[in-house]
T-cell receptor, first 111, second 114 residues
Framework: DAGVTQSPTHLIKTRGQQVTLRCSPK?????VSWYQQALGQGPQFIFQ???????QRGNFPDRFSGHQFPNYSSELNVNALLLGDSALYLC??????????FGSGTRLTVV | GDSVTQMEGPVTLSEEAFLTINCTYT??????LFWYVQYPGEGLQLLLK?????DKGSNKGFEATYRKETTSFHLEKGSVQVSDSAVYFC?????????????FGDGTTLTVKP
């Protein structure tokens, strides 16, 4: 049983560009959350998707947007990249209140 | 708002030593509490959880008890192994107010030496 799959694993972008990160949740999970993890810090909540709608959002600017598809997979889009957007982006899926299953993340470097 | 405070690391122990990593929280309502572990180059893995006061979560020799009176959820293990070296994150989810959003501490790095 595959867990949470994220792609790509690493990415280098130039400041001002746009990026799309992808996530396939664990089988049976219908809720996808995205987190940003800066080096040496805990994950910070970006937003959560359920039934193809954004259910909740953290303190991130509108440059961060997302989408959930009918098969529960999800994308995270970041526009107008800043150097400060360099981080590990984690996708987590869940079903109910049992806690998350995390993917291995996408390491985004903005130069 | 919700917050989680973990003891600062890094923590270095010898194999078979006793481990305690302190975690305290601030939250509205009655949150669920979690410990996650992150190995180098990987995402977080759920280690254990507790959903109500006085519950004890346990897994792989690790334990943590939900203490509402002290708003704490300290992680313990009686005898650590080299393979336990990782970063440990305490987290909470206030489902009654935040529909599944989790708030994480900054992590505590554990290194176990042979």
């Amino acid at each position: 049983d595959a867990g949470v799959t994220q792609s790509p694993t690493h990415l280098i972008k130039t400041r001002g560009q746009q990026v799309t990160l992808r996530c396939s949740p664990k089988s049976g999970h219908d809720t996808v959350s995205w987190y940003q993890q800066a080096l040496g810090q805990g994950p910070q909540f970006i937003f959560q998707y359920y039934e193809e709608e954004e259910r909740q959002r953290g303190n991130f600017p509108d440059r961060f947007s997302g989408h959930q598809f009918p098969n529960y997979s999800s994308e995270l889009n970041v526009n107008a990249l800043l150097l400060g957007d360099s981080a590990l982006y984690l996708c987590a899926s869940s079903e109910g209140s049992g806690g998350y299953t995390f993917g291995s993340g996408t390491r985004l470097t903005v130069v | 708002g919700d917050s989680v405070t973990q003891m600062e690391g890094p923590v270095t122990l010898s194999e078979e030593a006793f481990l305690t990593i302190n975690c305290t929280y601030t939250a509205t309502g009655y949150p669920s509490l979690f410990w996650y572990v992150q190995y180098p180059g990987e995402g977080l893995q759920l280690l254990l959880k507790a959903t109500k006061a006085d519950d004890k979560g346990s897994n792989k020799g690790f334990e943590a008890t939900y203490r509402k009176e002290t708003t704490s959820f300290h992680l313990e293990k009686g005898s650590v192994q080299v393979s336990d070296s990782a970063v440990y994150f305490c987290a909470l989810s206030s489902y009654n107010t935040n529909a599944g959003k989790s708030t994480f501490g900054d992590g505590t790095t554990l290194t176990v030496k042979p």
